[in-house]
């Protein structure tokens, strides 16, 4: 079965320099979830997406933005990277009036 | 603020033991109720979702749910060395809510 998709899955990032990670999710789900994981840490809530409009928003900074676009592809954007940006960014997609959220491999990204 | 309690562990079982695992959370508006198993460095893998009192089995699977205790559990039968990793318990209140998570419990099964 098809899975959701992220990329890149590793990405190395200066200082102050923009990122942008991308989320294919299952086909046909309609909802797509960000969220973070620091080192020994559970994952937290970043934003998420129905139908292409910004459903709920949890604690992302103000340098990151998101959108999902008309395929239902989300971009995560991320400016002015600090060195605690540093973590395993995951994405996940829920089909249409289910709850049961489905995670892609994960992007792991480190700031020096 | 929602928030869903676990014991960090370890726990530790040895290999053909039952290895149970609780979550409690404080929000009593919680509808859905997920486990999910993460190996480290790996992404979150769906084992069980439950939404009504009761257990609800799978495999080698059982959640467990109390909304008046407020407590969901997962018990593994039969545990094997590839069980090892950590469960994390999440719920959320309703519709296209967002995950909360418990920090999660390591589980390590001996052979």
């Known amino acids: 079965a098809a899975g959701v998709i992220q990329s890149p899955r590793h990405l190395i990032k200066e200082k102050r320099e923009t990122a942008t990670l991308k989320c294919y999710p299952i086909?046909?789900?309609?909802?797509v979830y960000w969220y973070q994981q620091g080192p020994g840490q559970d994952p937290q809530f970043l934003i998420s997406?129905?139908?292409?409009?910004?459903?709920d928003k949890g604690s992302i900074p103000d340098r990151f933005s998101a959108q999902q676009f008309s395929d239902y592809h989300s971009e995560l954007n991320m400016s002015s990277l600090e060195l605690g940006d540093s973590a395993l960014y995951f994405c996940?997609?829920?089909?249409?009036?289910?709850?049961?959220?489905?995670f892609g491999p994960g992007t792991r990204l480190t700031v020096l | 603020q929602k928030e869903v309690e676990q014991n960090s562990g370890p726990l530790s079982v040895p290999e053909g033991a039952i290895a149970s695992l609780n979550c409690t959370y404080s929000?009593?508006?919680?509808?859905?109720f997920f486990w999910y198993r993460q190996y480290s460095g790996k992404s979150p893998e769906l084992i069980m979702s439950?939404?009504?009192?009761g257990d609800k089995e799978d495999g080698r699977f059982t959640a467990q749910l109390n909304k008046a205790s407020q407590y969901v559990s997962l018990l593994i039968r039969d545990s094997q060395p590839s069980d090892s990793a950590t469960y994390l318990c999440?719920?959320?209140?309703?519709?296209?809510?967002?995950?909360?998570f418990g920090k999660g419990t390591m589980l390590l099964v001996s052979p």
């Open positions: 996940a997609s829920t089909a249409r009036n289910t709850d049961t959220q489905y």
């Open positions: 086909p046909r789900h309609d909802t």
């Open positions: 997406f129905y139908e292409k409009m910004q459903s």
């Open positions: 929000d009593r508006g919680s509808q859905s």
């Open positions: 439950i939404y009504s009192n």
């Open positions: 999440a719920v959320t209140d309703s519709g296209y809510s967002t995950l909360t």
